[in-house]
């Protein structure tokens, strides 16, 4: 009961699709920021705060753009890894740098989109149910 009224008592916004991109996005900037000043760029910390944010993404979104939360969520970690990516020497190195660890630290990325893909299908599971319900009433 106490776990009901915690869960009620979370916050509870609606994104659209584009804020769904933009708050993925700037979160994983702002967790790359904090991983290169706290952890010394580390990789493993980054990977570990991506799968939460990855979750809020898909918990947040609102049900009409329930689609965008598994398709931005990749580009926001690529967004936020590029400062800790450990590239150098000009755009080449700096790419070069980014597509490494897109290829070493797949698992979490792959982690956390399917960690907002699971949420986006059961919410979707949820509301075809809800409407669905009247129908067998009626």
């Not at 580390?42 to 799968?51: D, E, H, I, R």
């Not at 944010?53 to 690529?78: E, K």
């Amino acid at each position: 009961m106490a776990a009901a009224t915690a869960a009620r008592r979370m916050p509870r916004p609606r994104l659209t699709g584009l804020g769904g991109g933009l708050f993925s996005c700037a979160a994983m900037v702002l967790v790359g920021g904090i991983c290169w000043l706290l952890f010394d760029a580390s990789l493993f910390v980054y990977g570990l705060l991506f799968v939460p944010v990855a979750a809020a993404t898909g918990l947040w979104v609102r049900p009409a753009d329930l689609i965008t939360a598994p398709i931005s969520v990749p580009i926001a970690f690529a967004a936020g890894v590029w400062p800790i990516s450990g590239g150098s020497g000009g755009l080449g190195g700096q790419l070069m740098g980014l597509v490494s660890v897109l290829s070493l630290h797949a698992g979490w990325l792959y982690a956390g989109t399917l960690a907002a893909a699971l949420i986006v299908v059961v919410r979707k599971a949820v509301l075809i149910g809800r409407r669905r319900l009247p129908r067998r009433v009626a």
